[in-house]
């Protein structure tokens, strides 16, 4: 199931000479698509969630907020050798016209200390904060659904061997 959620954020721009004003009109525009959380174990105290971005200009996704956690940062990850690396980011950047896939393994959103478990299907609020190049900042809250993992295994299609 895929969804988009639009926003736009309009900015008027008022330059005004004598008695002539200039109006000036800006939008910028955020594509979400595939949001989903990991559904969590009773009193694991973190959750991941991903999705796929992109936006019409270069905008910085800069913070994320939802109500069942305490915290909820931007994180890469990344492997060296047989050790996994976890990094807390500032800010993602999202390049015009560009998908940048939050997913296991790579970007993600960690949801920090829990307000509780995180059941499948669960529909998760989350607040993303983007901005752009001249310090506009613009909020758009998603819904996130609880489910498991995606695999890229094929799926047995529903066959049974006896």
Request: proline share 5%; net charge positive.
């Amino acid at each position: 199931m895929k969804s988009y959620l639009k926003h736009a954020l309009v900015t008027v721009t008022m330059t005004c000479f004598t008695m002539t004003c200039f109006v000036t009109f800006a939008h910028a525009e955020l594509k979400i698509s595939d949001a989903w959380v990991k559904p969590t174990v009773p009193g694991q105290p973190v959750a991941a969630a991903y999705m796929k971005l992109s936006a019409d200009q270069n905008v910085d996704l800069i913070e994320a907020i939802s109500p069942v956690a305490e915290k909820t940062e931007i994180h890469s990850m990344s492997m060296d050798g047989n050790i996994m690396r976890m990094k807390r980011l500032d800010r993602l950047q999202l390049k015009a016209g560009q998908v940048v896939e939050l997913k296991p393994g790579g970007f993600h959103l960690m949801l920090i200390t829990l307000a509780h478990q995180i059941k499948e299907g669960e529909v998760v609020p989350i607040s993303l904060v983007t901005q752009d190049a001249h310090g506009k900042k613009m909020t758009i809250t998603i819904k996130a659904v609880a489910a498991a993992p995606k695999t890229t295994e094929p799926a047995s299609e529903g066959h049974m061997h006896h």
